[in-house]
């Protein structure tokens, strides 16, 4: 029994676990699905790490390609066919005065900057290099070697000398800007520049716009300078003297072609001929001028037609008024005048004046002509009939100091541009001026009673005189051109966001302190800063 | 009557029998753990393979939104260089498929009738679309005239933007 039981024993202990062969094979089968499982897991990680690296780089790449983005197409100063970084941005250490896209180009940094120089942190390995080209706009693949107005923005982000992010655009020119434009009449409309010429507008200039800018009511004049492009002081201020009247000057120099000179006749109502510019570069180029010429500069008097004789200068302040019944010196009575605050050389003309003159004022030491106009049609020399009306004015002497004009020999230059303009608003004269409509019963007759929808709505005349024009009266709320269409994009008058959800956004659930509504004239704060909504419609 | 060596024989036989079934069990258990292991390293890979695509995923819709933006740039050039534009172009699509660096961009305009007889002063809706690989951006802006005679601004209150 004991040995039966020793042997059963035996037999246990022998046969009892795993034998070494066993330990011997599966050791390295284990080894194998461990090395297979940390390779996974390496692998994952790697992969992991590389995702993040990747997801980096292209935030990296965002971040300088929205920035680059955002600036203007070419800097302002030195315009469109410029290409690089302006001299006072040559050499800078960091993009603080790049304000255009060109200036972006070959600018690197490792590690990465923000705009104001200032290191990002934690990025040693990183790299951002930005690439800018013109692009033809005939293949957009092609780079340019001269101007156009596309283009192509690269920004290449590397860490550790790899590249791990590569983002492109396209920036271009845009839309065109528009300026202010203003039209007789002091109609101001936001054009493009060549639009606004080629329509027989003035442009103010880049960066105005109707809405912060005043279109000159009077007279554009052709100012008739010695060198437009360095204008005396003198002419400067009279330049500013005419401004200050609600005109528009266009300068001119007097040695332009007379094809210049057509072309801008073409665009004024009146020239005005500065007393400082030589006779003979002018000569004959304003003669035949369909619009009205204001003159000062006496050795012109023969070229004009005005005088076949001669004009003498005077040194004196004071003037005298021979007839008030012309609207030029209809605001003053018959006699004497003072024209200037001290001695200036006044001119007069003695000998030869044509006989179609109408001669307004004298000096006050001769009986001879000095503010003298011709009416369209009168006679010049020779039998002429002016093509226009035409002024002289007595102030004519190249050392003339015209900041000593007196208020009322100023009165005289102001009526005489726009007499000669022929815009001269004269209530009683039977016509019905712009400007007049509201102020002179004798020429335009009583107002309308009101607007009337479906006729006078869309005129641009505030009709019946209450100070509302077309749509802003209530008169005109059923007429069409005054109706609000939803789905145009636009949240137009009467339209909200919920009468029109389509053109009006808004939010009317949710917390109250971030709901609003568009349209409904209310800024909310909700809309921010309310350029969205209803402050901007 | 089971003599002595029958009983061991038995006994011999059944200890043998144990053994294997031991053996097979600690080859099972070796077996699940391998299965475990792998189940968890195609898991991981699978993890990993989602991540990176979702990853991926995510900077494409970057790229294609700089893509739409191109687009955008490029419609608003084609109104500067034209100042004839609402006769030379119509509603449609201004460009397609233009390539662009890892994928292409595209332009549809619709020019929105206001009714009035004036078409010059039509606002006009700009969808600028890009595309890379499986990411597509839209970006949508509207061109408001400020004037009768045709002067035109994005406007700031009508764009709006989606995503997808």
């Not at chain 1, 070697?145 to 550790?160: C, D, E, F, Q, S």
């Not at chain 1, 266009?250 to 510019?277: H, N, R």
């Not at chain 2, 499986?134 to 995503?163: A, C, F, P, Y």
Request: a negative charge; glycine letters at 8%; one cysteine or more.
């Amino acid at each position: 029994m004991i040995f039966s039981n020793s042997s059963s024993s035996h037999f246990r202990t022998r046969y009892r676990g795993i034998s070494l062969l066993d330990i011997l094979v599966s050791i390295p089968l284990v080894g194998i699905a461990i090395v297979a499982a940390l390779n996974t897991v390496g692998a994952s990680k790697a992969s992991q790490y590389k995702v993040n690296k990747t997801r980096q780089g292209h935030l990296l790449a965002q971040d300088l390609l929205s920035e680059i983005m955002q600036q203007d197409f070419a800097d302002s100063n030195s315009g469109l066919l410029s290409f690089g970084q302006e001299a006072m941005e040559i050499g800078s250490l960091n993009r603080s005065q790049f304000n255009d896209v060109d200036d972006y180009d070959g600018w690197q940094a490792s590690p990465p900057q923000y705009k104001d120089g200032t290191v990002m942190s934690g990025l040693p390995d990183w790299q951002r290099i930005v690439e800018v080209s013109w692009r033809s706009t005939a293949d957009l693949q092609q780079i340019s070697a001269t101007a156009t107005p596309i283009k192509h923005i690269r920004v290449n982000v590397l860490y550790k000398g790899i590249a791990v992010a590569d983002l492109e655009a396209f920036k271009t020119i845009g839309l065109p800007p528009l300026e202010a434009c203003c039209f007789s009449g002091g109609l101001c409309e936001n054009l493009r520049n060549e639009a606004c010429v080629a329509q027989g507008g003035t442009a103010l200039g880049t960066g105005t716009y109707c809405a912060n800018s005043a279109c000159p009511t009077g007279p554009k004049v052709l100012l008739v300078v010695v060198d437009d492009t360095a204008l005396t002081a003198q002419e400067l201020a009279q330049k500013a003297l005419i401004e200050s009247w609600d005109n528009s000057v266009m300068l001119i120099s007097a040695s332009a072609m007379q094809f210049e000179f057509d072309e801008a006749i073409s665009d004024a109502d009146v020239a005005y001929i500065t007393v400082g510019i030589t006779a003979n570069n002018l000569g004959t180029k304003l003669t035949s001028a369909t619009i009205g010429v204001v003159n000062s500069q006496p050795s012109l008097l023969d070229d004009l037609k005005y005088s076949s004789g001669t004009a003498y200068y005077y040194d004196l302040s004071v003037g005298e008024v021979t007839d008030n019944t012309h609207p030029i010196t209809s605001t003053f009575t018959n006699g004497s005048l003072t024209l200037s605050t001290t001695n200036q050389w006044f001119v007069e003309n003695w000998t030869g004046l044509a006989s179609g003159a109408q001669v307004l004022a004298v000096l006050t030491l001769s009986s001879r002509a000095s503010l003298f106009v011709f009416e369209r049609g009168a006679s010049l020399v020779g039998g002429i009939p002016s093509p226009a009306r035409r002024v002289e004015l007595p102030w004519g002497h190249a050392d003339f100091d015209f900041s000593t004009l007196t208020a009322d020999a100023q009165t005289i230059m102001k009526n005489a541009i726009e007499w000669a303009a022929e815009e001269m608003v004269v209530c009683g004269d039977g016509t019905c001026a712009v400007g007049e409509a509201c102020s002179c019963v004798a020429d335009c007759g009583l107002p309308a009673l009101s607007e009337i929808s479906g006729s006078t709505c869309d005129d641009g005349i505030d009709n019946d005189c209450n100070n509302l024009t077309d749509c802003q009266d209530l008169s005109c709320y059923l007429d069409p051109a005054c109706a609000a269409v939803c789905g145009n994009n636009i949240c137009d008058n009467g339209e909200d966001c919920n009468s029109c959800a389509a053109d009006c956004s808004g939010k009317t659930s949710g917390p109250p302190s971030g709901r609003y509504c568009c349209g409904n004239g209310i800024a909310e704060s909700a809309e921010g800063d309310g350029s969205i909504c209803d402050g901007n419609y | 009557m089971e003599t002595t060596r029958q009983r061991e024989v038995r006994t011999a036989t059944s200890l043998k029998a144990n053994k294997f079934r031991r053996r097979a069990v600690a080859y099972i258990y070796f077996l699940s753990a391998t299965l475990l292991v792998s189940v968890i390293g195609l898991s991981a890979l699978m993890y990993s393979r989602i991540q990176r695509r979702s990853a991926q995923d995510g900077n494409n819709a970057l790229v294609a939104r700089f893509y739409a933006q191109s687009a955008l740039e490029l419609g608003l050039t084609q109104i500067n260089l034209d100042p004839d534009w609402r006769t030379t172009f119509s509603s449609g699509t201004w460009f397609a498929d233009m390539p662009l660096g890892r994928g292409t961009f595209s332009l549809d305009v619709s020019i929105l009738n206001d009714g009035d007889a004036n078409p010059n002063n039509n606002s006009v809706l700009f969808v600028g679309t890009g595309v890379c690989d499986q990411s597509t951006h839209k970006i949508e802006i509207t061109l408001v005239s400020l004037s009768d005679r045709g002067g035109l601004v994005i406007s700031n209150g009508g764009g709006k933007r989606s995503t997808g």
